[in-house]
């Protein structure tokens, strides 16, 4: 993900831009401040999902029949 923070001239004078999602600030201590905290979610150890203790395709197939011929 690219995150990145410019100034513009709109009453929300810092946008945080996100690849395509762009979310406005009024200073930029509170810019960086949400930058840090996302750049942190971001970094954390996450459990995969799905592995949290169950099996994948715990599900038997039913046993194949011969062809009667």
Known sequence: MNIGITQTRTPHGWVVQM??????FN?????NAFVGQLKAR?????VWPGAAGR???????????????
């Open 19 to 24: 690849d395509d999602l762009a979310v406005n």
């Open 27 to 31: 200073s930029l201590e509170q810019a």
């Open 42 to 46: 971001i970094a954390a150890p996450h």
């Open 55 to 69: 099996e994948l395709f715990a599900r038997a197939l039913p046993p194949r029949q011969a062809a009667i011929k």
